[in-house]
Each structure stands twice: as structure tokens, then as C-alpha cells.
């Protein structure tokens, strides 16, 4: 059973860096597959951040790539997000995932909250 | 990279039918045959539905159904039924100048 748990903290200060980190278990990340982070502010709909594949090959939304970071830890078996400066905008719900190449999300972590404000 | 456009809310009464619509463009929907829908109920996170643009994933009813014309993507839900309610998102891959995802703006689908 594949399970993914995001964790990091729940506040961030305005100009700050988001550090999030999704546990992967029952799968190794470092196998196959591409690993995702997808973010939901408050009411609003789904956004997609960017992926990672297992090779650590890295691809991300325009509109945030130039403050995105993603990395692999195959160590912990692990994947992780850094977003920089960030603003009372980059409040919301952040979920970690996975995709086969047919590329639907088949796993998603519970998601966690994370506020942005002073 | 702009969102799959769906109407903001559709709604059946229990039994009937309901369809909703997800509009790209030939870069992502008309392009590749890589098409999902998902279902989030509030406090949760989304569950696929549909995949690869008519697929089901193991224990999803036959209910849910998908289709695709052109650049436009189909979910119906036959015989609503009250756990359907919901919202339902769309998403596509974009092909590897835009991948690999774009997001459907979402519907809500309430069961009268």
C-alpha cells in the first residue's frame, strides 16, 4: 500500500521560504514514476507546482518556477518543496502525489495547511 | 498554462444524470489522450475517478464515465446518488513544453 505524508511547518512568515517534505511508504521513490506537489489556497481550486522524476529530473509551473525548488532524498526515500519569498497568496492546502506515465495523480498525501502571514 | 475551463456548478436529483465539461486546447485535452477527472469531497483530498480519458481505476463504479471530443473532455455521473456531491476537477498532461499538468477550474455537483 503506497502512502505519502506531507509535513513541514503550518506558518510561514511574507518573504520567507516554504519547506515541505512528503514521506513516501510502500514504494521507493527513487524506482520510477514522477512525484508531484499540487497546492489548493482556501475555497479555490487545484494548482499544479511541479514534479520531480524518480531520476531527479525536475519540471515546474511557469508562473512559479522562478521561486520553486524540488528535490529527492532516495536516502529516506523522500521528496521535497521549497518555495521562496513567499506572500500571503502562497496560502493553502499543499498536497504531495504521485504519477504513473499515464499520468493521473493515483496517490495523494492527506495534505497540509500552510498559512502565510506575520 | 491556463486551466481547463468547467462550469462552476451542475446539479441532479438522485437517479438522474449529470454531465460536466472540461475545455482546453489542442496543446493539453486535444492533444493526448491523458485526461483525468477527480472527486473531492470537503477536508479531503481529490480521488481519481477517471484516467486516460475513459478508464476507471479499480473500485470506482460504473457510474462515472468519461469522453472526449476535440478539445473538450466529458464526466458523467449516472444514477446520481448522494455521496456523489461534490467537486470535480479536470486535469491534462500538457506535453513536455508544458508538463506535465493543468488543472481543471473545478464543479461543484450537488445532489437535489
Known amino acids: 500500500q503506497v502512502q505519502l505524508q506531507e509535513s513541514g511547518p503550518g506558518l510561514v512568515k511574507p518573504s520567507e521560504t516554504l519547506s515541505l517534505t512528503c514521506a513516501v511508504s510502500?514504494?521507493?521513490?527513487?524506482?520510477?514514476?514522477?512525484w508531484g506537489w499540487i497546492r489548493q489556497p482556501p475555497g479555490r481550486g487545484l494548482e499544479w507546482i511541479g514534479s520531480i522524476y524518480h531520476s531527479g529530473i525536475t519540471n515546474y509551473n511557469a508562473s512559479l518556477r522562478s521561486r520553486v525548488t524540488m528535490s529527492l532524498d532516495t536516502s529516506k526515500n523522500q521528496f521535497s518543496l521549497s518555495l521562496v519569498s513567499v506572500t500571503a497568496a502562497d496560502t493553502a492546502v499543499y498536497y504531495c502525489?504521485?504519477?504513473?506515465?499515464?499520468?493521473?495523480?493515483?496517490?495523494w498525501g492527506q495534505g497540509t495547511l500552510v498559512t502565510v502571514s506575520s | 498554462q491556463s486551466a481547463l475551463t468547467q462550469p462552476p456548478s451542475a446539479s441532479g436529483s438522485p437517479g438522474q444524470s449529470v454531465t460536466i465539461s472540461c475545455t482546453g486546447t489542442?496543446?493539453?485535452?486535444?492533444?493526448?489522450?491523458?485526461v483525468a477527472w477527480y472527486q473531492q469531497h470537503p477536508g479531503k483530498a481529490p480521488k481519481v475517478m477517471i484516467y486516460e480519458v475513459s478508464k476507471r481505476p479499480s473500485g470506482v463504479p460504473d457510474r462515472f464515465s468519461g469522453s472526449k471530443s476535440g478539445n473538450t473532455a466529458s464526466l458523467t455521473v449516472s444514477g446520481l446518488q448522494a455521496e456523489d456531491e461534490a467537486d470535480y476537477y479536470c486535469?491534462?498532461?500538457?506535453?513536455?513544453?508544458?508538463?506535465?499538468?493543468?488543472f481543471g477550474t473545478g464543479t461543484k455537483v450537488t445532489v437535489l
Open positions: 502525489a504521485r504519477l504513473p506515465y499515464t499520468y493521473e495523480i493515483d496517490y
Open positions: 486535469s491534462s498532461y500538457g506535453g513536455s513544453n508544458n508538463f506535465p499538468y493543468v
Open positions: 489542442s496543446s493539453d485535452v486535444g492533444g493526448y489522450n491523458y
Open positions: 510502500g514504494y521507493s521513490v527513487s524506482s520510477d514514476y514522477y
